[in-house]
């Protein structure tokens, strides 16, 4: 049997020959850059007052219509001054600094521009020769008997500018007679109203007004029924009347 020794050289060769494979596997493999870690990229919330106080400023908007709902911007404010104490106090952790500053800009614009319309409005909507009576001014205590206002009795026969609401029972479409309430409560909720609770009103002219929940204005001559009235479909009966020039 013959054996096959191996020279010197062959083994050298492959040796270096395994070498460089090795180096070209080694630089093959990806290197990680240390100086990307090195590099950071912080991130700063937006501050949630300043996004709550936008929320608030959105439901402000209402407030245009129905005055009460301006309320919600003295909420807006209060979030915006929150925010920005709170991008002050750590400017690391929070951004939103110009989102926080238009969100109460918006607020106070909301608030100051609402109460001039509203105000305006309340200044101008009686029309010339018709006294302003508020509908709670012709109700009685829940607690005190259901019979006229003294009020009822001061102006009876006079022009008068009132607000209320249609009482669903006087039909729908479009009504020349209906049954004015107070408020949406008496007007869907509140079961059958009180006699003071309402005001049986003819429109004059050949005038309308579409049956719905929108609060009306009226303007014409109040008058109070020497006897109380019976009207169908409510159970109690009603003292008061309008003959209306207006109706909006």
């Not at 106090?89 to 614009?109: C, H, I, Q, R, T």
């Not at 102006?155 to 020349?176: A, E, N, Q, T």
Request: aromatic share 10%.
């Amino acid at each position: 049997m013959s054996v096959e020794t191996m020279s010197p050289e062959s083994t050298s060769s492959e040796s270096l020959s395994a070498e460089a494979v090795s180096a070209e596997s080694t630089s093959a493999e990806p290197q990680l850059s240390t100086a990307a870690d090195a590099v950071e990229f912080p991130y700063r919330a937006i501050s949630p007052w300043a996004i709550l106080s936008l929320i608030f400023a959105g439901l402000a908007l209402i407030g245009l219509l129905w005055w009460p709902a301006l309320v919600v911007t003295f909420l807006g404010i209060i979030a915006a001054v929150a925010g920005i104490r709170s991008i002050k106090k750590y400017p690391d952790e929070f951004s939103g600094g110009s989102l926080v500053m238009a969100a109460l800009g918006l607020n106070l614009l909301l608030l100051v521009g609402g109460a001039a319309r509203h105000a305006y409005i309340y200044a101008t909507e009686v029309p010339d020769g018709y006294e302003r009576v508020a509908f709670y001014q012709l109700q009685q205590p829940d607690d005190a008997p259901d019979v006229p206002a003294d009020l009822a009795f001061e102006i009876d026969g006079k022009p008068v500018f009132l607000k209320g609401y249609i009482h669903p029972l006087s039909g729908s479409g479009m009504l020349r007679q209906f049954i004015l309430v107070p408020d949406l409560g008496t007007c869907c909720f509140g079961g059958q109203p009180k006699a003071t609770d309402m005001i049986e009103v003819t429109l004059r002219n050949g005038q309308t007004v579409r049956a719905g929940f929108v609060k009306k204005k009226l303007a014409g001559d109040f008058k109070l029924n020497s006897a109380a009235r019976e009207v169908n479909g409510f159970e109690n009966a009603i003292y008061y009347r309008m003959k209306v020039d207006q109706i909006k």
